[in-house]
């Protein structure tokens, strides 16, 4: 698609200089370097100007925000038509990029409609453990309520990101709203200006906040003697093997899966080891090598080949049970809502570049 034209057929584009637009990538690249708020490829901004939807690309990592190429534009009232007729072409937001503006043919993010639904300039959507500890809850928009008193917030029942979730969204949005909490998914805050929307998101954060509940420190040595003989090993983080150690977390995390990027980077729910099991028997009785092993009481293995992608998303699984009170009612991924993300080509694309190791910085 061409770039779209301004009064008097000017061609009209983004000033990538601006100072507000480095204020973004400066931001985007803060929270993407916090586990708590973004993991791996996961989360994503966006800024309008000028009829221009600039948003981080399906892949990329907000982190890098600062040192590579990762914001991708997209003509912005041709998206919101389609959306409006609720056409199949706006679950292909690549459909709308701007060819001249985009060299490397970078796809936007698979949530690019949810940012163009909002109508304030700047729009961030982050996976935060916070959030996605109440999110996942069968009571989660009582819970808000109390916490969010004050504040123009829609909560969002589950559905697939792409086109469901952003007609799910628009049946919902108010012109005033500013802050999405998405069911099993993450948290949407939105403002005029970046600086704005860093205040918003420290708010809304810290209004969410809960500590996490202690877990004892991983048996690493027996971990090490459980993956003799296999293709695993110890995680990158040691904050991982919390999932495992603190046994409410493993009950947690053994009945399914809480959230999308889970099912992208690491499969579908957790695989936990028996009592007499190692790795290799693990393995054994699997279809498939699981890409993390939870022992319980003593941590957890990934798959030796497991990228940052999966470390991310191991890291994020113990976050969010950490925060879960272990009574309560959970909402877990059904298996066709695991089925439509795995079959669905938008996160095959990512999946390639989480089994690639690519991050497109």
């Not at 990029?97 to 936007?108: A, Q, S, V």
């Not at 290799?280 to 080949?305: C, E, H, N, Q, Y």
Request: charge should be neutral.
């Amino acid at each position: 698609m061409r770039k779209p034209a301004g009064e008097g057929g000017l061609m009209v584009g983004f000033d990538a200089g601006s100072t507000e637009f480095r204020m973004l990538r400066s931001f985007s690249a803060s929270i993407g370097a916090d586990p708590l708020l973004v993991q791996g490829a996961g989360g994503n901004t966006s800024i309008k100007q000028d009829g221009v939807l600039w948003i981080k690309a399906s892949g990329t990592w907000l982190m890098n925000a600062l040192t590579g190429d990762i914001m991708v534009p997209v003509a912005l009232e041709p998206l919101l038509d389609a959306l409006a007729h609720r056409s199949d072409a706006a679950e292909k937001a690549g459909q709308f990029t701007l060819e001249e503006l985009n060299p490397r043919r970078l796809r936007p993010s698979i949530e690019t409609t949810v940012h163009a639904l909002m109508r304030q300039k700047v729009v961030v959507h982050v996976h935060c453990v916070e959030t996605i500890s109440i999110a996942v809850q069968a009571n989660a928009e009582a819970l808000l309520e109390e916490r969010l008193r004050g504040l123009d917030w829609t909560y969002v029942p589950y559905r697939r990101p792409g086109l469901p979730l952003a007609q799910a969204i628009a049946e919902r949005l108010k012109p005033a709203t500013s802050v999405l909490v998405l069911g099993n998914h993450g948290l949407v805050v939105a403002a005029d200006t970046v600086a704005e929307a860093a205040l918003l998101l420290q708010r809304v954060t810290g209004l969410l906040a809960r500590e996490p509940r202690p877990a004892s420190a991983p048996d690493t040595d027996a971990l090490l003697r459980l993956a003799i003989g296999s293709d695993y090993r110890l995680p990158a983080s040691t904050a991982a093997h919390s999932v495992a150690t603190d046994l409410a977390s493993c009950r947690i995390a053994a009945s399914g899966s809480l959230y999308p990027d889970h099912v992208i980077f690491l499969g579908v729910g957790s695989t936990i080891a028996g009592p007499d099991e190692n790795a290799a028997a693990v393995v054994a009785r699997s279809a498939v090598a699981p890409t993390s092993i939870l022992f319980p009481g003593k941590g957890v293995l990934m798959r030796r080949d497991a990228n940052a992608g999966a470390e991310a998303m191991a890291r994020c699984l113990a976050d969010v049970a950490a925060r879960v009170d272990g009574s309560v009612r959970l909402n877990y991924l059904s298996p066709k809502d695991n089925a439509e993300l795995l079959n669905w080509d938008a996160e095959k694309y990512r999946q390639e570049l989480n089994r690639t190791g690519v991050t497109l910085q």
